[in-house]
């Protein structure tokens, strides 16, 4: 054995004597590691050139080795791990020993990992989670092989995953290093390609992960998007252990580490990942796809699959932290009614309750407010507000919400005295005190919030305490969703008010790279109870947990779907709430990394997700916000919002500078709903996304798979914002395949197909203030409708339908319908499903399901074809031919429309059409491609082989 280490020594050794940077893995990675210190842990120790490469790196047999020969089990093979005679990790955090390891054959596409300790219950997240389904049985036939070293007394363990039709390596662990101690945890593997994505929640620069030793640390902080903080790739509000990668052949595959400790992964050139954990055990779970779209339908499968947002939730929502009264919140929505643009949902930020305390309202500056919301909602608009977990304790009158939590005990324990809440200190005020917004934050904290307890929404008696509470303030209040903020949880005190003790929780010997100094900073102490565990486990699930029970307590009180959204997330968050990418800032660069949160949260299976539309901190600008706003309309969350002391930013304000561009755009955005709402269908039944990166459509174009400034909705709408300032075009890439302008300046222009677009490339597209461009995809067919200035009204309007054919003269699509807010439409079928299918110059429109009948019934009004050879004769709809005055020709582009119709929603119609015989070649072989060919096979077999054909 030593003989072959020392030949993989000398394989991996450069010309020069030194060990490969790619070949390293670190053995060292706090701060602070000298050569003596990796040599005592067992590792080699070695200089190099690169600043970002360890020097202290594993290489000698270190780990666990395989004991005794693997065994059957029911859902695959189970073997034992027992330490290898090396060094303990940590003196105080001791060695498993043994290790057993699972691996589970749940399905075709998807199998188990998983590392525990089979004598000690340690914490799991699964027992957390009850709805992921379980596997009764061994998948039959397997797309992937797992080898794991055999029995010896010196080899350590190792195993790969093997994908079985192409012999792609999904993961080969040989390269050392694993770990299993009672708070650290440890496992590297090597990857198929550098192309990995995921990993959250963080701000990044790109969408594909940066494999030069690229640091993440995950943990659930109030952390603010921004640039590294004292060197630590900030963790944000969200934990997502979650990562794709698409291999170089076009498939891909996904991982997910289902733990909720503090963790940190690695990134590497080799290409490689680390996995660091402080508890719990290694649960990984893989999903074999075909592309990257693929992996995200399974992982939703087993996570749960997004919710369904009622259609208002998909219209424009406005939102300020301070408007101050509600004087000034009237006014808004006047000027955004007076100036024509959509608005469906006003917000209530904490500033309209009574000193920041949950289920109340302000009496003096928002008087009034039950009636003002009465009335926005008969004019056809939404009401949400916020409620934040921490409840005051320092109430001279009774406060029904704290006295009712502690006579049910559903508050987290202080782990120094059980009997006693962890107190924290976060928004409520102290009574009676009046505060100074000129003093800085720490003397407000000292002076002005009042002590706060924390809700543990585990607690079997949650519903009856938090559900409760949102039903009975319903009856003065009647808001329609709920935004869930602050809950990772923050505390505006470190650990508690008293600080935290010394102990193992709060002073683990391991510290991930996630901001601190302390595991404790900015949130409650680690040995707190939580959950039944030590807040230790179940910090990461906070915000997780609350989401549950407040949108059953929505449903419950409204009768009506609803929107919650929060802010801090965990696997499977998205099938009870959305998701706002929290408090960015009006700067420029925050305009692209939205599109990269927007994707992120894609592969998380959080498509209802957006970013604050202008910034949340620091004061926009009229051409910041302008710009904002025309990306903001293509958000599926699409919300302006900003803070306290920030200069107003809605869209009516700079005198109206910007009010036509926002109207314009959120008039296209309110024009696609139909098409957006049939995506979250799509997302909701069966797990697609719904903002997708340009690759989970063009994985066989390797250009696709870095672009990130463009997103697609769907498979059919191409969205290419501008994203910086000063700029008046745009560089956008466009894949193999027909491509139409939606609209442009020019509206002559619209439906033009891009010239040079065809093979896939990059086109310089102008682009001033009044532009986005938008583009529809050939093969495609999208269904519109008429804007409003609400979607209650919007929805009334007729139907359209867009035609963008292929080069084949194809198209198809979908529309899925009901009544936009009942709770279960689908599984009482009471909806319609319609299916639009072009070929051979028919339009079918078929009802698929009609079990929703709109009042009053919808009309297709319009069909606009876009890359037709030439215009078309002896149009037909229906069997009967259309009068010539209903075909208006808008441009001289091969785009034509067919205007005027009636048409009903709940019927199914044909409409056909035929091209003229003098149109040239070329565009004819667009139109009737496959008859064309055949014709031109039959003549040359005619010329060369008569005799055959005779």
Request: aromatic share 12%.
């Amino acid at each position: 054995m030593a003989a072959f280490y020392l030949a993989v020594l000398l394989i991996a050794l450069t010309p020069c004597g030194a060990v490969d940077d790619n070949v390293r893995f670190d053995c060292y990675p706090e701060d602070g590691a000298t050569e003596q210190l990796c040599l005592d842990r067992g590792c080699a120790w070695e200089e190099t050139q690169n600043p970002k490469a360890p020097k202290c790196f594993y290489w000698d047999p270190y780990g666990y080795r395989v004991e005794g020969n693997v065994q059957d089990t029911v859902l695959g093979s189970r073997a034992t791990l027992r330490r290898l005679n090396t060094p303990a990790r940590y003196a105080n955090s001791a060695d498993v020993d043994p290790v057993t390891l699972d691996y589970e054959m749940h399905t075709a596409k998807r199998l188990r990992l998983k590392f525990y300790d089979s004598n000690t219950q340690r914490f799991e997240v699964r027992d957390k989670m009850p709805h992921i389904p379980e596997a009764t049985g061994k998948a039959p036939s397997p797309e992937y092989t797992v080898n794991i070293t055999p029995p010896s007394p010196t080899t350590p363990f190792s195993l790969s995953v093997t994908r079985t039709a192409t012999g792609t390596v999904l993961w080969d662990t040989s390269v050392g290093g694993f770990t299993f101690s009672d708070q650290f945890l440890q496992i590297s593997t090597k990857l198929p390609s550098t192309y990995v994505y995921g990993f959250g929640e963080h701000e990044r620069n790109n969408y594909r992960h940066n494999m030069d030793w690229r640091t993440w640390g995950m943990f659930t902080r109030d952390e603010a998007p921004g640039p590294p903080s004292d060197g630590v790739n900030k963790n944000l509000y969200g934990m997502h252990p979650f990562y794709l990668c698409v291999e170089d052949d076009g498939k891909a595959h996904g991982v997910l580490l289902l733990n909720s400790n503090a963790m940190e992964v690695v990134l590497q050139p080799t290409p490689a990942m680390t996995f660091r954990t402080i508890g719990g055990v290694l649960d990984f779970y893989m999903f074999l796809g075909d592309g990257p779209e693929d992996v995200v339908r399974q992982y939703t499968e087993f996570v749960g699959r997004p919710f369904m947002p009622p259609y208002w939730g998909l219209g424009f929502q406005l939102c300020k932290w301070g408007y101050g009264n509600l004087s000034v919140v009237r006014d808004v929505v006047k000027e955004m009614q007076d100036y024509g643009i959509p608005h469906d949902v006003q917000y209530g930020d904490i500033d309209y309750m009574e000193r920041q305390m949950d289920f109340t309202i302000d009496p003096v500056n928002y008087q009034g407010l039950p009636e003002f919301v009465d009335q926005i909602r008969r004019d056809g608009m939404r009401y949400v507000i916020i409620l934040d977990p921490a409840i005051t304790t320092n109430e001279t009158e009774p406060y029904a919400p704290y006295t009712n939590g502690t006579a049910l005990d559903v508050w987290i324990k202080d782990g120094d005295d059980n009997s006693q809440p962890l107190i924290g200190k976060v928004w409520p005020y102290y009574p009676d005190v009046t505060v100074d917004p000129t003093q800085e934050w720490d003397y407000k904290v000292e002076h002005y919030n009042a002590y706060s307890v924390f809700p543990d929404y585990f607690h079997a008696d949650i519903d009856q305490w938090w559900g409760n509470f949102i039903k009975d303030f319903y009856k003065t209040l009647k808001f329609d969703g709920l935004w869930i903020d602050m809950n990772e949880p923050t505390n505006f005190v470190h650990g508690s008010v008293k600080s935290c003790s010394n102990n193992k929780y709060d002073n683990p010997p391991y510290m991930p790279k996630i901001l601190g100094p302390n595991i404790y900073s900015k949130t409650l102490c680690m040995n707190s109870v939580h959950g039944g565990t030590e807040h230790y486990n179940t910090h990461s699930l906070y915000g997780w947990s609350q989401a549950e029970p407040t949108q059953r307590a929505l449903r419950e009180v409204t009768g009506k779907r609803g929107i919650v959204f929060g802010r801090s997330t965990f696997p499977s968050a998205g099938h009870f709430e959305g998701h706002w990418l929290g408090d960015n800032t009006a700067k420029w660069d925050h305009l692209h990394k939205s599109i990269i949160g927007m994707l992120d949260f894609g592969l998380f299976g959080m498509p209802y997700v957006g970013a604050d539309i202008c910034g949340f901190w620091d004061d926009s600008t009229p051409e910041l916000c302008h710009r904002w706003m025309q990306l903001g309309a293509f958000y599926p969350f699409s919300r302006n919002h900003n803070w306290e002391q920030g200069a107003p930013q809605h869209p009516t304000h700079w005198d109206g500078a910007i009010a036509d561009a926002a109207r314009d755009a959120l008039q296209t955005r309110y024009t696609l709903l139909p098409y957006l709402y049939t995506l979250f269908y799509q997302a909701h039944t069966q797990g697609s996304t719904v903002v997708r990166s340009l690759m989970h459509e063009f994985i066989e174009d390797k250009l696709t798979w870095s672009i990130d400034k463009q997103f697609l909705w769907g498979a059919a709408l191409l969205i290419s914002p501008v994203l910086d300032q000063g700029a008046m075009d745009v560089n956008a890439y466009f894949p193999k395949g027909r491509w139409y302008n939606y609209y442009s300046v020019n509206s002559d222009h619209q439906g033009r197909e891009v010239a040079d677009a065809g093979q896939g490339r990059s086109l310089s597209l102008p682009c001033d203030m009044d532009c986005i461009p938008v583009h529809i995809r050939g093969g495609h067919v999208i269904p519109t409708q008429g804007h409003a200035n609400t979607t209650v009204f919007s929805r009334r309007n007729t139907l359209g339908l867009i035609v963008a054919l292929d080069e084949a003269g194809e198209a198809s699509g979908s529309l899925f319908w009901d009544d936009g807010e009942d709770i279960d439409t689908i599984g009482s079928n009471s909806y319609r499903m319609i299916t639009f299918r072009v070929s051979a110059m028919t339009l079918d429109i078929t009802v698929e399901s009609n079990g929703y009948t709109p009042d009053p019934e919808l009309q297709y009004e319009t069909i606009q074809v876009f890359g037709s050879p030439a215009m078309p004769s002896d149009v037909t709809v229906n069997g009967q031919n259309v009068a010539s005055d209903n075909i208006v020709r808008k441009t001289a582009d091969k785009v034509w429309h067919l205007e005027g119709l009636s048409l009903s929603m709940g019927e199914n119609h044909k409409i056909t059409w035929t091209i003229p015989d003098d149109t040239s070649g070329a565009e004819v072989s667009r139109a009737r491609p496959l008859a064309l060919v055949i014709a031109a096979i039959a003549v040359v077999l005619a010329t060369v082989n008569g005799h055959f054909l005779s």
